[in-house]
């Protein structure tokens, strides 16, 4: 059957130092290690082709593992909301021309989200109709938090919020790795924390901020879609469905939770969770949570190896057909307007 894979992170080579003196720059590409400066930080990521033709070998290797569409976008290391507003919106359209050009290869095969320059709103509503009405863009990826010093509950977005509605486009809320947005050493990179959990918790934030702080009912068809099986919230659902409405003891002022609807609701109208998490009995319990409708098959690197891996913790769900087809690849075709 058709499978569409929508999370595939790119390093294009054509975007490095398009942030000036910020980078990026690849410091170090052997067998074991690629090595990215970012500001002051450095990341150390798993080695792969990056270029144009890593982009033509995975055609090929995704022709052999089935994967029929792919989505691109940016590594979240490459957000660069920290830096000053003109140098941001100047890397994102360097990197959604790149993404652009890559698609346009391969129009039937892949697909793109955009970056934003997201410490700037007006910036980053050029950017968005730029990317989308002229480059083709299917979605955007912003942040999961402290973007320009801002939550995605902040009324400053609103406007992206409005929008992204009214162009019927959804948004890929993805965290970055927190050391690098704050350009500082924290202990936070200890045991990669910074990435495991501390992408899981800040995703869990995100789907609070949107929930609690109400904007969901202030903007009802914004499209969100969270990576790895929605971080923590399919396992805190009792929890969080209990602060709407004070219900939770607090340090803090629940009344300040402006939801209208149960937590939950929200979940199955708002939002999309992906299956890249990594273990199959978690999968079946996001899929338990979510429902089939509801979650979008994703794996991240795009790897032929990789993706025959989340396969088959998709396939060990047990999921009717139908189920299948829509995991696989369906809720992505009518998401993204394949």
């Known amino acids: 059957m058709k499978i569409v894979d929508f999370h595939v992170h790119a390093i294009p080579p054509e975007v490095m130092g398009k942030a000036g003196e910020h980078g990026p720059e690849e410091l170090e590409c052997t067998e074991t290690t690629r090595v ?32 029929s569409i792919s989505g691109l976008e940016l590594t979240p290391l490459f957000y660069f909301n920290w830096v000053d507003a003109e140098t941001g919106a100047a890397f994102t ?45 299917r979605s955007v990826m912003v942040g999961t938090d402290s973007m320009g010093g801002r939550d995605l509950d902040d009324p400053y977005f ?7 509605v009214r162009m019927d486009v959804p948004v890929f ?18 045991y990669n924390y910074d990435w495991f959990p501390g992408y899981n918790f800040r995703e869990t934030i995100a789907v609070s901020h949107l929930i609690f702080g109400g904007v969901l009912d202030e903007f009802p068809g914004l499209k969100v879609i969270v990576p790895h099986g929605g971080g923590t919230v399919p396992f ?30 929200y979940l199955h109208t708002n939002f999309y969770f992906d299956t890249f ?33 989340e396969l088959s913790k998709v396939l060990a769900a047990d999921l009717s057909k139908p189920d299948l087809e829509k995991v696989v690849s369906k809720n992505a075709m009518e998401l993204f307007k394949l």
């Open 277 to 309: 998490v990594e273990d199959a009995r978690t999968l079946k319990f996001v899929l338990e949570v979510m429902g089939p409708d509801r979650v979008l098959f994703g794996q991240h690197t795009g790897l032929k190896a990789t993706t025959a891996d």
């Open 236 to 265: 805190l659902l009792g929890k969080l469905g209990r602060m709407i409405g004070g219900k939770v003891a607090s340090l803090g002022d629940s009344r300040a939770i402006r939801s209208k609807r149960p937590f939950e609701d």
């Open 173 to 190: 809320t993805h965290p970055g790795p927190y050391n690098v947005e704050n350009q500082s050493n924290t202990d936070s990179a200890k």
């Open 93 to 137: 359209r360097a990197a959604n021309d790149t993404l652009a050009g890559y698609v346009a290869a391969y129009p039937d095969r892949l697909f793109f989200m955009a970056t934003l320059p997201m410490q700037d709103i007006d910036m980053a509503l050029v950017e968005l109709r730029r990317a989308v009405g002229e480059l083709g863009a």
């Open 36 to 67: 990215i400066r970012v500001g002051n930080q450095t990341a150390s990521l798993s080695p792969r082709p990056l270029d144009t033709e890593y982009y033509e070998m995975y055609i090929e290797a995704q022709d052999e593992a089935g994967v």
């Open 158 to 164: 609103y406007p992206l919020w409005e929008e992204l």
